[in-house]
């Protein structure tokens, strides 16, 4: 799979945790907490793949690229100091809920940073091949973190891949293909 594309993947998969914590924040502390968790562990996994194989990979491409990695770690930087403070916070401490809040908006705009700057000259800077392979080693590297792949939903049908995206209220879901699907969805909701 195109790196660009398991990355946006990761993103939208986050997004949907996002919009169901929202949802579950102040009416159900054991979800919001269970959806936070969830939150956390694969904000975890997308900073270490992109921190080891994406952002070294193409940093080097151009001086544009390399400013916009130097700023994209600084942000994960920031988003990990959030994780921690509330790992920290029971979800009854109303910090615990702020925390949670500001972590989303700098996921959010970190993210369409990434979508909408650096991504575009990633694709114009390497071809289709070039893109496939470091996809290849970010999806490896997944596996190797014990995080759901593209492999461990490759089985499931296009009806289960829209089920789950609906239940998981993945973005853009209506008009992402199969391979998009099996990208974004996580296993199970």
Known sequence: ?????????DHNRVRGLFTRFQAAEGSNDGEAARLAATIFEE??????????????????LND???????????????????????KELEPSDEAWAAKLKVL????????????????????KALDDKARSDLGERLESMKASLGAPTAADKAHLSTEELNRLAREQEIP???????????ATVAPSS
């Open 1 to 9: 799979m195109d790196a660009l594309e398991l990355l946006i993947a």
């Open 43 to 60: 904000l975890e996994v997308h900073t270490k793949i992109e921190e080891e194989v994406f952002y070294p990979a193409v940093s080097s």
């Open 64 to 86: 544009e690229i390399h400013d916009l990695v130097t700023e994209g770690i600084e942000e994960h930087h920031v988003v990990d100091s959030l994780m921690a403070e509330a």
């Open 172 to 182: 853009g879901r209506s008009s992402m293909k199969r391979e998009e699907l099996v």
């Open 104 to 123: 989303i908006e700098n996921v959010e705009h970190h993210a369409g940073e990434e979508e909408e700057e650096l991504f575009p000259l990633v694709r």
